[in-house]
């Protein structure tokens, strides 16, 4: 018995011991953690990548890995800030897409760290691209041929990660975009087209904020987002259809918008989707110059809150454009109701009052216009104009004064406002 108790003792003290040292190493990883996450908040990179790689243990490797491949990626950016972009220690890069890889491995079905790693290579081959001395013209053709070691890794990380999360619209967009920026059209053509079959939305994807947004884009998009009608999970089908529909309205197909926008109105939905559907199909009526079908649903549209101010505006545009000033003054005056800050409803009011000479309510519009925008010289400009209608060159004379003491471009306006006035005699 005692024998017993002298060979458990020695065991008990080795499961304390090991115990106690797997709670050092717990409390000072924690510790770690946060005193790192804190040094990375206040921009010390330098000693916030360190402490987060100690703090990986236990239930912290995770968290503490991510968080220092993260610091590492700052790190290498607030290097590019002081150096530029040519004196960058690459190295930190490499460091930093080992933390992700490594983040990756231990949670495999963590996407965030893939993408990560992708983000990571794209930028290696953007920088390793600004060292070349010589840049070489690659035919459309061999555009591959134009990519280089680590963009090629980068395209196939984020090919990685789409396996692991092929419902994951976002990661399709960075597939998409990385394609598109190295030339590589016929592949970005796909990845675009598989991005619309996760999530037909056109504008919850970046595309549609580039500038010079090239045609096959909304063009690729629009014919997957067609394909995969009704058929994605969790997404209804009448709002499927109206973002479809204002995609090929996009696109100038007004016949193929106004088909789909009226097949959502059909659908139905609560008040905001009819509303929408409602309003999208004016706009494309409109342009197909059906117009009394347009006017009708824009109509619809000023039922609903969300829409009443751009139904509001289409509806004054069409009026004036079929020459009712009468019905478009009235729209520009419940329009300056809505929006009483805003200067467009009082500029465009002022000139169909102006049309129709009721000389009153184009001075009001416009004073109001100058004293809710002051340093704007446009409502200064159209009211010297209105003066001059009128006969009172005074008072446009007075206008054009005001417009010389304004500060920026209206000093020009000035002058082009005096010899219109010079004419006028």
Not at 374 to 392: C, N, T, Y
Request: hydrophobic residues 45%.
């Amino acid at each position: 018995m005692n024998g017993r108790r002298a060979l458990s003792l020695p065991l008990i003290v080795v499961l304390l011991g090991g115990f106690g040292v797997r709670a050092y190493q717990g409390i000072r990883g924690g510790w770690e953690l946060d005193r790192g996450h804190l040094e990375r908040n206040r921009g010390n990179y330098e000693e916030a990548a360190p402490r987060l790689e100690s703090a990986a243990v236990g239930q912290n490797v995770r968290t503490a890995l991510l968080m220092a491949g993260e610091a590492r990626l700052d790190l290498w950016e607030k290097q590019v800030r002081r150096r530029g972009a040519l004196g960058a220690d690459p190295q930190q890069l490499v460091h930093a897409a080992r933390d992700f890889l490594t983040c990756r491995c231990v949670a495999p079905a963590a996407r965030r760290h893939w993408k990560g790693l992708g983000e990571v290579y794209d930028a290696m081959e953007w920088m390793a691209r600004e060292r070349r001395s010589e840049q070489a013209w690659v035919p459309r053709e061999q555009a591959w041929a134009g990519v280089g070691r680590w963009g090629r890794v980068a395209v196939g990380v984020l090919k990685v990660a789409l396996d692991s999360s092929p419902n994951w619209g976002r990661l399709h967009d960075r597939l998409a975009l990385t394609l598109w920026n190295y030339g590589l059209d016929d592949d970005a053509r796909m990845a675009v087209r598989d991005s619309a079959r996760v999530l037909p939305i056109f504008y919850r994807h970046p595309y549609h904020k580039i500038p010079e947004l090239p045609d096959w884009v909304a063009e690729e998009f629009a014919a997957a987002s067609r394909e995969v009608l009704g058929q994605v999970p969790l997404f209804p089908r009448h709002g499927h259809l109206i973002d479809l529909g204002k995609l090929e309205r996009r696109l100038g197909a007004n016949e193929r918008a106004i088909a789909v926008l009226e097949e959502a109105l059909a659908a139905g939905g609560d008040r905001l989707r009819v509303a929408e559907a409602s309003f999208h199909l004016g706009l494309a009526q409109v342009a197909a110059e059906r117009f009394s079908e347009g006017q009708r649903h824009l109509e619809q549209a000023l039922e609903h809150p969300v829409f009443r101010v751009s139904a509001l505006r289409s509806l004054a545009t069409l009026a004036a454009r079929q020459g009712d000033d009468a019905t478009a003054l009235g729209h520009l005056r419940r329009l300056r109701w809505e929006q009483p800050g805003e200067l467009w409803p009082c500029l465009e009011f002022a000139v169909v009052a102006a049309r129709m000479e009721n000389w009153p309510a184009a001075t009001e519009s416009l004073r109001w216009a100058r004293l809710k925008h002051s340093g704007d010289p446009r409502p200064v400009i159209e009211l010297a104009r209105i003066h001059l209608a009128m006969g009172d060159r005074n008072s446009a004379t007075s206008m054009a004064e005001e417009l010389e003491r304004m500060i920026g471009p209206a000093a020009s306006e000035s002058l082009s406002l005096r010899r219109e006035i010079a004419r006028d005699r």
